[in-house]
C-alpha cells in the first residue's frame, strides 16, 4: 500500500459528461501529480501541485482542470469528455528532503466514456 | 528535450531463467533514475533510486545499476510472480520536479 488514495476505483460516463477524480496524499507529502495512461499513450502527466499552488502543467486539456484543497487533497475534473478520455487515471505524491523526488502512486481510478 | 527509451518493449522468460531490461536516457544532467513495477491495471509501485554513475541497488530477485548513459534492471532466477511491466523514469536536474517515464517493458514469466 502506497499510502495513495484514489477515488472512485471506476467510472462509466457519456460522452459531454463531466467527472471528478479524488485524490488523498500520503501523510505530509505537499505535492500530487496527476498522470494519465492509456495503451497507446504510456503514463502521461498531466499536472502538479504543491501545497495548493499549481506548480507545473504538462499535457493537460482545456477540459480538464485540477486544485489542491488546505487538507492537501486533489480533485482533477475531467468535463465535456469524449471517447478518446476513456483511461486510467493515476495520482501520486511526494514528500520532501532526501526522498522528496520519488513519486507514490495511488491505485488509479479507470474512466470508461461510453 | 529528455528522453527515456527502454527496450525491450516485452520479454518473456522461463522460471529461473535471468535476464536484463534495458533503460537508457538522454538529459541535460541526472538529478535521479527511478525504477517502477506495474501490475495490470493498477498503479505503478516504486523499487529504486539510483542517483550516480556506478550506484547499485538490490531487492530480493532485482538489482538496478546505472552508467552515465542507461540503467539496467537485473533479474535473476525470476519467478512467474515477477510478471509485470517495469517503468523507468528519469528526474533531469534544473527546471521543473517532472520526471519523464518511458514505455516500459512489459516481462512474463512462465512457470
Known amino acids: 500500500d502506497s499510502g495513495v488514495t484514489q477515488t472512485p476505483k471506476h467510472l462509466i460516463t457519456a460522452t459531454g459528461q463531466r467527472v471528478t477524480l479524488r485524490c488523498s496524499p500520503r501523510?505530509?507529502?505537499?505535492?500530487v501529480y496527476w498522470y494519465q495512461q492509456s495503451l497507446d499513450q504510456g503514463l502521461q502527466f498531466l499536472i502538479q501541485?504543491?501545497?495548493?499552488?499549481?506548480?507545473a502543467k504538462g499535457n493537460i486539456l482545456e477540459r480538464f482542470s485540477a486544485q489542491q484543497f488546505p487538507d492537501l487533497h486533489s480533485e482533477l475534473n475531467l468535463s465535456s469528455l469524449e471517447l478518446g478520455d476513456s483511461a486510467l487515471y493515476f495520482c501520486a505524491s511526494s514528500g520532501q528532503g532526501v526522498v522528496k523526488n520519488i513519486q507514490y502512486f495511488g491505485a488509479g481510478t479507470r474512466l470508461s466514456v461510453l | 528535450e529528455d528522453q527515456v527509451t527502454q527496450s525491450p518493449e516485452a520479454l518473456r522468460l522461463q522460471e529461473g531463467e535471468s535476464s536484463s531490461l534495458n533503460c537508457s536516457y538522454t538529459v541535460s544532467g541526472l538529478r535521479g533514475l527511478f525504477w517502477y513495477r506495474q501490475d495490470p491495471g493498477k498503479g505503478p509501485e516504486f523499487l529504486f533510486t539510483?542517483?550516480?554513475a556506478g550506484e547499485e541497488k538490490e531487492k530480493e530477485r532485482l538489482k538496478a545499476t546505472l552508467t552515465k548513459k542507461e540503467s539496467f534492471l537485473h533479474i535473476t532466477a525470476p519467478k512467474p510472480e515477477d510478471s509485470a511491466t517495469y517503468l523507468c523514469?528519469?528526474?533531469?536536474?534544473?527546471?521543473?520536479?517532472?520526471?519523464?517515464f518511458g514505455r516500459g517493458t512489459s516481462l512474463i514469466v512462465h512457470p
Open positions: 501541485y504543491y501545497n495548493g499552488e499549481e506548480r
Open positions: 501523510s505530509g507529502d505537499l505535492s
Open positions: 523514469a528519469v528526474l533531469a536536474s534544473g527546471g521543473s520536479y517532472i520526471p519523464t
Open positions: 539510483l542517483y550516480s
